[in-house]
């Protein structure tokens, strides 16, 4: 079985856990910290996946332009679910097409 099958499988109980708010280090840690560093400009949440968005959520939130990307169709479907102006793609965030400029 392969990463995205992986992700794929265990999406719906990773969906559930990231969007508890508070349990982990990105809500008690990291998300203040990383957000005050990050320039005002288009990004990829692709580390190494976007998940169900909640980096994405939390840049766009910021003013910040973001393409979210995800092997897990699951995985996107949650994030487009709660952000639907947003742009989410699936993909392999090793090959993304506009790194290429085919974008």
């Known amino acids: 079985m392969g990463l995205g ?4 499988r265990n999406a719906a109980a990773w969906i ?6 508070g349990h982990d280090s ?9 957000l ?3 320039p005002l400009t288009r990004s990829v949440d692709a580390r190494p996946r976007c998940g169900e968005g909640r980096l994405s959520r939390d840049l766009r939130s910021l003013g910040h332009r973001v393409v979210g990307v995800d092997v ?3 995985m996107v479907a ?4 709660a952000d ?7 993909a392999d965030p090793r090959s993304l097409p506009f790194l290429h400029g085919q974008r």
């Open 5 to 8: 099958e992986a992700w794929e």
């Open 26 to 34: 990105y809500w008690r840690f990291h998300r203040d910290a990383f």
């Open 16 to 21: 559930r856990w990231a969007r508890e708010p």
């Open 36 to 38: 005050s560093l990050v």
């Open 84 to 90: 639907p102006a947003a742009e989410y793609l699936v």
């Open 72 to 74: 897990s169709e699951t």
């Open 78 to 81: 949650a994030a487009r679910e």
